[in-house]
Structures are given as C-alpha cells and as structure tokens.
C-alpha cells in the first residue's frame, strides 16, 4: 500500500493486488459492504494518519478506481462539515463515506522522467511491439494501452510498468485536452526506433 497527499483534504491510495490478498479481499469485494473491506479502510487510513498527518472526520468522498492486473487506486477527499453554534458535538470520531467506482480496461502508467519511459519501452518490447500512446503533461509522461494488449502477457507488462512508472487514473480524454500528444499509436516502436 502506497499513499501520496494530492492536496490538504486529498489523499490517493495505490493498492496491489497482492494488498488485497494478503487481506482476503478479491477486487469485486471492494462493492460489497463488508467488514473485511471496512477493515481494509480503517487501515488505510491510520496509514495514511502516520505518513502524513492526514486525520479524518465528517463526511467523505471515496473514488475507488480499479485497473486492470494492477489493483486499485483510491482517492480519498475530506469534506468540510459546517459548525453550528449549537452544536456540541464535534462529530471527530465519525466519518460520512460517499464511495463511488470506476472500472476501467485502460492501462495507463506515469513517469516522472523520459529515461524511465524509454527504459520501460525497451523491457517491454518482447512482449508488445506495435501498442501504446504517450502524452506529457506537467513534467510527467503518460503511457496509455487500451486493448491492445493479449491478456496472456497483461502481467508480464504491468509488471515491467510498476519498475519504472506508478499506475494513473488519468484518461486519454483529459490527456488529449490538457497534455501534449507526443504519440497517438505504436509507442512503443516509435520508442525503440528513436532511443533504442
């Protein structure tokens, strides 16, 4: 389990699939409202409260993002509770969840250098040739893969990823609007043919 501050009331949480093993829980579980899942929370936040000081109470919202072979992603966001003057009670010891899912088939991957993109695309060559977009976007490259990859090879590539990059929920929507297109198609050869 990885966590990271995106801002004051913003945390994301990077779950493998081995954290969720090693707790019981499959990825369809993450639906369920059960106790092992609550459980998975509670710890996530203490984890979150010891590397960053992150403390909850009141309400919050929950994004639950699951990737293919990789795990999860969870962004969590601290809402605002509005005081009253009657209000005694400080509502500290409790928290609100407002928890949605997205399931996504996309692969998408950041790096925080180029070297790290080109070192990713040379490993990965053996197992995927013609695949794969990349956009930059403030100083970090994203690599994309939709279904181009054969699901026999899908862990080998996550594999390689996870080495050099970290998994992102960031979309080619957003990327197309917001980032610099730098490859539309076969990345990876455009990769190997011009640093190779």
Do not use: C
Request: charged share 30%.
């Amino acid at each position: 389990m990885r966590v990271e501050r995106l801002g004051g009331d913003k945390v994301r949480f990077f779950l493998t699939l081995d954290d969720l093993m090693d707790r019981g829980i499959e990825k369809e579980d993450m639906w369920r409202d059960i106790p092992k899942v609550h459980e998975l929370f509670n710890d996530m936040m203490e984890h979150a409260y010891q590397e960053l000081g992150f403390e909850i109470a009141g309400p919050l919202a929950v994004e639950v993002f699951a990737l293919p072979a990789q795990g999860m992603v969870v962004v969590v966001t601290r809402g605002r509770v509005p005081k009253s003057e009657n209000d005694d009670y400080d509502g500290s010891d409790v928290y609100e969840l407002e928890v949605t899912m997205e399931e996504s088939d996309r692969i998408a991957f950041r790096f925080s250098d180029f070297e790290y993109l080109v070192q990713a695309a040379l490993r990965l060559e053996p197992l995927v040739k013609q695949a794969g977009q990349v956009y930059s976007y403030k100083d970090s490259y994203y690599l994309l893969f939709s279904d181009d990859i054969p699901t026999s090879r899908l862990e080998g590539v996550i594999a390689i990823l996870l080495e050099f990059g970290e998994p992102s929920t960031v979309t080619d929507v957003f990327l197309m609007e917001y980032g610099k297109e730098i490859w539309k198609e076969n990345a990876i050869k455009e990769i190997i043919h011009y640093f190779g």
